[in-house]
């Protein structure tokens, strides 16, 4: 995953080394990361599908009723 440091995501996930902050003006940067991803698809991929859970609808909807 690629996001800009300060914002969205950023701070929220740091697992499995999949996660890619950058400069929202560093295009460079951006372009590095994106060849990362591409260098790195089948490991991304792995990581990203095992780690779905996090994101499934039902455990969000149990985090935000933790909150509320």
Excluded: A, H
Excluded at 6 to 26: A, C, I, P, S, T
């Amino acid at each position: 995953m690629i996001y800009t440091k300060g914002q969205g995501f950023d701070g929220k996930l740091n697992k499995g080394g999949v996660e890619y902050r950058v400069d929202y003006f560093n295009t460079e940067e951006t372009i590095g990361k994106i060849i990362c991803v591409i260098e790195n698809y089948t490991i991304v991929s792995n990581v990203c599908i095992k780690d779905d859970e996090e994101f499934r609808w039902k455990k969000i909807e149990s985090d935000y009723m933790k909150i509320y």
